[in-house]
T-cell receptor, first 115, second 112 residues
Framework: DADVTQTPRNRITKTGKRIMLECSQT?????MYWYRQDPGLGLRLIYY???????NKGEISDGYSVSRQAQAKFSLSLESAIPNQTALYFC??????????????FGPGTRLTVL | RKEVEQDPGPFNVPEGATVAFNCTYS??????FFWYRQDCRKEPKLLMS???SGNEDGRFTAQLNRASQYISLLIRDSKLSDSATYLC?????????????FGKGTHLIIQP
C-alpha cells in the first residue's frame, strides 16, 4: 500500500462549488504539506502543518483552507472553486528527524478541473 | 533573480550518452540540496540528496558548489527510463517548509 494517499485522484467541478481534497499518510510523519503544480510554474506551497495544532500559510493560500484532523490526515478545501484553481494538487509529508532535513514524500496527486 | 533556476530543456540525448545539468540558487544561506525526479503526471520522488563533498549513486552523480551557488546532476550511460523531469530543490532553513524551494524542472528525453 502507498504511504501517502490522496482522494479523489481526478475531479471535475463547476465554478462556485466547494471541493475537498483529502490526504492520508501511514509514514508516521508529523509534517504535512499541500502543493499545486501548474505547467511552467513548478510546485508552489499552499499550506503546511507541523503537527495537528500547527497550520501555516504557504506561498499561495488565498482561496484555500485546510484542516488537520489527525496526525495522519490533512485536507485541503476550495470554498468556492474558480477556473484558475485548475491544477495538479500534491500532498506531501516529511519528518524533521530524518536527515537530511527537507526530504519530502509525495502522494500520487489529484487532478482538479474547474469549469 | 529567481530563488532556484533550472534550464527547462528539453534535453534530447541518445541512449548511452552522458548528460549533465545544473541548477543555481540565490540564497547563500541554503543548507540542504536535493534532486527529485518527476515522471509525466506523477508525483515527484527523491532521486538523491546533494552533499558538500559530492555523492554518487550508481549512474548518477550530484555535486554542490557553494562558492558559485549551484548544484549539478550527471547521468552516465543514460537509459530510456531516465526520461523524466528533474527538479532541483533547495532548503533554506533547518527543515521547515518555508525554506524548501523547488525549481521548475529540467525535462530530459532519452532517445533510442
Amino acid at each position: 500500500d502507498a504511504d501517502v494517499t490522496q482522494t479523489p485522484r481526478n475531479r471535475i467541478t463547476k465554478t462556485g462549488k466547494r471541493i475537498m481534497l483529502e490526504c492520508s499518510q501511514t509514514k508516521g510523519h508529523d509534517r504535512m504539506y499541500w502543493y499545486r503544480q501548474d505547467p511552467g510554474l513548478g510546485l508552489r506551497l499552499i499550506y503546511y502543518s507541523f503537527d495537528v495544532k500547527d497550520i501555516n500559510k504557504g506561498e499561495i493560500s488565498d482561496g484555500y483552507s485546510v484542516s488537520r484532523q489527525a496526525q495522519a490526515k490533512f485536507s485541503l478545501s476550495l470554498e468556492s472553486a474558480i477556473p484558475n484553481q485548475t491544477a495538479l494538487y500534491f500532498c506531501a509529508t516529511s519528518d524533521f528527524g530524518i536527515p537530511p532535513a527537507g526530504t519530502q514524500y509525495f502522494g500520487p496527486g489529484t487532478r482538479l478541473t474547474v469549469l | 533573480r529567481k530563488e532556484v533556476e533550472q534550464d527547462p530543456g528539453p534535453f534530447n540525448v541518445p541512449e548511452g550518452a552522458t548528460v549533465a545539468f545544473n541548477c543555481t540558487y540565490s540564497n547563500s544561506a541554503s543548507q540542504s540540496f536535493f534532486w527529485y525526479r518527476q515522471d509525466c503526471r506523477k508525483e515527484p520522488k527523491l532521486l538523491m540528496s546533494v552533499y558538500s563533498s559530492g555523492n554518487e549513486d550508481g549512474r548518477f552523480t550530484a555535486q554542490l558548489n557553494r562558492a558559485s551557488q549551484y548544484i549539478s546532476l550527471l547521468i552516465r550511460d543514460s537509459k530510456l527510463s531516465d526520461s523524466a523531469t528533474y527538479l532541483c530543490v533547495v532548503n533554506l532553513s533547518g527543515g521547515g517548509a518555508d525554506g524548501l524551494t523547488f525549481g521548475k524542472g529540467t525535462h530530459l528525453i532519452i532517445q533510442p
